[in-house]
């Protein structure tokens, strides 16, 4: 009878250890592109951190700055529904001052912020002067373009405007990024804490070089005229997306595809991708690692998690069905 119940108490010990497995088993499935911006961007809330690197270039820097554009604010449509962020939409924070040109469908426009008071602002576009726009107003250029004014800033002596130029009147809903969720590689603690965007080369952002396990070599894993977005998830549920590549200009096209989501929605799968420049037109792909140290990085590996826990799931229904009546009966008629 001693025999018999520890028979049992090992049984039961097994079965708890397969409800375990079975709930990691499809549970520690790799993120996927195809639901970018979540988990960093859920309902207009922004969780989690954009990390540089202490020594990022300027260009590194630019590039995170436009994918926090393209996460600082929710575009709804005239029906208020949500708008996926592309290239026939521009938003941007401008300087007094400052001029940029941005290209919409081909069309160079270029854009300057003539001034900037508490409440309105006033743009210079291809020359022609939209005059005093309040925050909430539109200016339609000659071309059926419109230019709307979101939102001003007045700090010391620094004034600065948010606005969009669109083919349509746009509501841009402001999500609760700040200055605070931007961070320099050496004041983040524990990476693997937080979701995360990563910018720039592992040689200048270590905290890349340690999520891509690149060793003492920052320029390993690097192709030329390559750019890469990669995540890796964390243990804990988090999930840190690396915008990498071998020169400046390839890490700025691959924060490109990530500002202009909207555009590459159809070619963002997986949870590692290639950026290249075909002749002027960023061309994406997913690849792998060949050394990938991560297993839920893999989809192989998680194809191979779900058939082990299927087999383990049917193995748990025999013990139920068979093994432990007939034990538990013996254990009663003794």
């Known amino acids: 009878m001693g025999n018999m119940s520890i028979l049992v108490e090992k049984l039961e010990k097994i079965i708890s250890a397969l409800f375990i497995f079975i709930a990691l088993a499809f549970t520690t499935f790799a993120y996927d592109f195809a639901n970018y911006p979540s988990p960093i961007l859920v309902d207009g809330k922004f969780d989690g951190i954009m990390v540089v690197g202490d020594k990022a270039s300027a260009e590194e820097v630019i590039a995170g700055s436009d994918i926090a554009v393209s996460l600082s604010y929710t575009v709804l449509d005239q029906n208020g529904e949500e708008k996926l962020y592309d290239t026939s939409s521009i938003i941007d924070t401008m300087r007094s001052g400052d001029t940029k040109t941005y290209t919409i469908e081909n069309l160079d426009y270029e854009t300057t912020l003539n001034y900037v008071d508490l409440n309105d602002a006033s743009f210079i576009i291809n020359g022609m002067e939209t005059g005093a726009l309040r925050k909430g107003e539109t200016y339609t250029l000659s071309g059926g373009k419109i230019i709307g004014l979101v ?40 990476i693997h804490s937080v979701n995360s965007i990563l910018i720039g080369h592992a040689c200048n952002n270590p905290l890349i070089m340690e999520l891509r396990s690149q060793g003492e070599n920052c320029k390993s894993n690097y192709e030329p005229n390559t750019g890469y977005i990669e995540a890796y998830d964390t243990p804990n549920g988090k999930v840190s997306i690396v915008v990498t590549g071998h020169s400046i200009k390839d890490i700025s096209n691959a924060a490109r595809v990530l500002s202009y989501y909207g555009d590459f929605r159809d070619v963002l799968k997986g949870n590692k991708l290639k950026v290249k420049d075909k002749n002027g037109n960023l061309e994406v792909t997913p690849y792998q690692f060949n050394n990938d140290p991560q297993i839920s990085q893999s989809a192989d590996y998680n194809e191979l998690y779900l058939k082990i826990g299927l087999s383990a799931l049917v193995l748990l229904v025999l013990l139920f069905v068979f093994i432990i009546p007939k034990v538990t009966g013996n254990k009663k008629i003794r």
């Open 151 to 190: 939102e001003t800033y007045i700090q010391n002596e620094l004034s600065s405007a948010t606005f969009f130029l669109s083919n349509q009147k746009l509501k841009v809903q402001a999500s609760d990024l700040s200055v605070e969720d931007v961070k320099l590689a050496s004041e983040v603690d524990n």
